[in-house]
């Protein structure tokens, strides 16, 4: 079975820092690898993906992932937060099947942004 | 530009009764499903459809069914509720039936169970 761990509830950091939200996956076969962000109140929007090649991912709003294959490991990472960033953020994967997406997701992880 | 759309967004009901939560999606998405949110434990798939007519179970589908009768709809009924199932409940779709595509959610019906 496949799954996904975000280990920290809550992340908190200064406005201007670096910020990495942490997550690993488990999955048979090769994974596709997911972020989504979810605002108060409202559903999930997509964020970046991974799924083949570079394993340096871009999406949106200056967001970037990077894909570790040893490490099972596909971190979030912004160079420099934005108060406007604090939400919750989830890690999904599913595996490389082709077929119909049964994608798993992490338990969130809340990013709180301060000044 | 709608998107995914999902009614109600409240919805309060006793135990024993029965409500469909409608899900509308105008982007000739093939690719729909039903996710609940509970606190700490993410996302889970209840249902979902790959096309009109195609349904399956994902990892939570007991008490819930659905049907995809269009490319547009799928609603999903809760026949007799209950406690277990007060949560938020999302609708999501995507523009590829392979596991590819991101999903666009729907903004998410919030169920209150007494």
């Known amino acids: 079975a496949q799954s996904v761990a975000q280990p920290e509830d809550q992340v908190n950091v200064a406005e201007g820092n670096p910020l990495t939200v942490k997550c690993t996956y488990s999955?048979?076969?090769?994974?596709?690898l997911f972020w989504y962000v979810q605002y108060p109140n409202r559903g999930l929007q997509f964020l970046l993906k991974y799924i083949t090649g570079d394993n340096l991912v871009k999406g949106s709003y200056g967001f970037e992932a990077e894909f570790n294959k040893s490490q099972t490991s596909f971190h979030l990472k912004k160079p420099s937060a934005l108060v406007s960033d604090s939400a919750l953020y989830f890690c999904?994967?599913?595996?490389?099947?082709?077929?119909?997406?049964?994608?798993?997701f992490g338990t969130g992880t809340r990013l709180q942004v301060t000044l | 530009n709608a998107g995914v759309t999902q009614t109600p967004k409240f919805q309060v009901l006793k135990t024993g009764q029965s409500m469909t939560l409608q899900c509308a999606q105008d982007m000739n998405h093939e690719y729909m499903s039903w996710y609940r949110q509970d606190p700490g434990m993410g996302l889970r798939l209840i249902h979902y459809?790959?096309?009109?007519?195609?349904?399956d179970q994902g990892e939570v589908p007991n008490g819930y069914n659905v049907s995809r009768s269009t490319t547009e709809d799928f609603p999903l009924r809760l026949l007799s509720a209950a406690p277990s199932q007060t949560s938020v409940y999302f609708c999501?779709?995507?523009?590829?039936?392979?596991?590819?595509?991101?999903?666009?959610f729907g903004e998410g019906s919030r169920l209150t169970v007494l």
């Open positions: 999904a994967v599913s595996a490389n099947t082709g077929t119909a997406s049964k994608l798993t």
């Open positions: 999501a779709s995507s523009g590829r039936k392979s596991n590819t595509g991101e999903l666009f």
């Open positions: 999955v048979s076969g090769n994974p596709y």
């Open positions: 459809s790959v096309g009109a007519g195609i349904t």
